[in-house]
C-alpha cells in the first residue's frame, strides 16, 4: 500500500515547488500507509464523517478545513465549532491533505479540465490561459446555456447577469474565484467574449459590468455557477484518475450538498 507522503509525491507530479504553497497534510502523517481515499471540494462536517464511514483514511480536499484560504490563526480555534470539527477529526484518525497550488498548477489545470470535461466542451477550448480558457461552442442564447450548465453539472440554481437573450459563441471558462473584475473584465475585450462563466467573484464588480455594457447596447453576459459548483467536477476527475493509479484501493468521490438554498417567496 502507498504512504500518504507517496500520494501527494504523486498529486504533486513534476511540478517545481510552490513558495508559500496553502497544499500542505492539514491531519495525519506521511509515513501512514493508505488504506482508501476520498476526494471532495472540502471537507465540510458531513464530508469528513462520509469519509470515515466509508473506511478513508485520507481525504484529499481542494479547499481548506477551517473556513479560510489559510489555516486560521486568532480568535478562530478558540470557536466552539471550530474546536468541535477539529475533536472530530482528531478521533477519526483522518488524514486531511489540501490540494488547491498544485492541482491549478499542473497543466493542463485539473480543475478547469474537470468542468469542461462535464460540460461537455472540452473539444470547443481555442485556448488555455493561465486562470481561463477560451471556447468556440454553437451559437445559443445566454439564457439557454444557463439552463444546460445546470442540467449537465446536476445543480439546483445558476445566476445570470447582463444579457439574457444574445446570441452566444465565444466563451470564456473561469474556475472558482476568477469571476472578479480584474480577472475577467478585460477577457471580454481582449478575447471578444460574448459570455463568460466563472465559479465566483465580488457581485459588484463583473456582474454589474456586463449590465451596464448591456444597456450600453454592446451585449455580454456573465454566468455564475457558485464556487463549490465550479471546482467539484475537478476533485471527481481527481478521483477517476487515482483509480487508475491505485486500482487495490477503493477511491471515492464525495460530492458536497449547496450550501446556499433559493427562497423566492
Sequence with gaps: MPTIGEVI???????????????V????????????????????QSIV?????????????????????RMPSGPLPSDPVYQTKSAWIDH???????????????????IMTGLLHSLGWEEYVEEMLPTAAVLRIPEAKASDIAVQVRERLDIPFVRLAGDADMAC??????VGYRGGGDNAIPLFREK???????????????????RDSAYQGVSRSFLLLGHAE????????????????????????????????????
Design 9 to 23: 509525491e504523486q498529486l504533486r507530479g513534476s511540478a517545481p515547488p510552490i513558495e508559500g504553497s496553502v497544499d
Design 25 to 44: 497534510l492539514e491531519t495525519g502523517h506521511q509515513d501512514t500507509e493508505v488504506t482508501g481515499i476520498a476526494t471532495a471540494f472540502m471537507a465540510t
Design 49 to 69: 464523517e462520509r469519509a470515515a464511514e466509508l473506511g478513508a483514511n485520507l481525504l484529499i480536499s481542494h479547499e481548506g478545513i477551517y473556513y479560510s484560504h
Design 92 to 110: 477519526a484518525g483522518l488524514a486531511i491533505y489540501r490540494h488547491h497550488d498544485y492541482c491549478h498548477r499542473s497543466e493542463p489545470d485539473l
Design 169 to 174: 459563441r465565444r466563451v470564456g471558462v473561469l
Design 192 to 210: 471578444g467574449l460574448d459570455l463568460i462563466l466563472a465559479g465566483e467573484g465580488p457581485e459588484w464588480e463583473t456582474p454589474e459590468y456586463a
Design 230 to 265: 465550479s471546482e467539484e467536477p475537478g476533485m471527481r476527475l481527481l478521483a477517476d484518475r487515482l483509480q487508475s493509479l491505485y486500482p487495490y484501493l477503493p477511491v471515492r468521490f464525495l460530492k458536497g450538498e449547496p450550501a446556499f438554498r433559493v427562497f423566492t417567496g
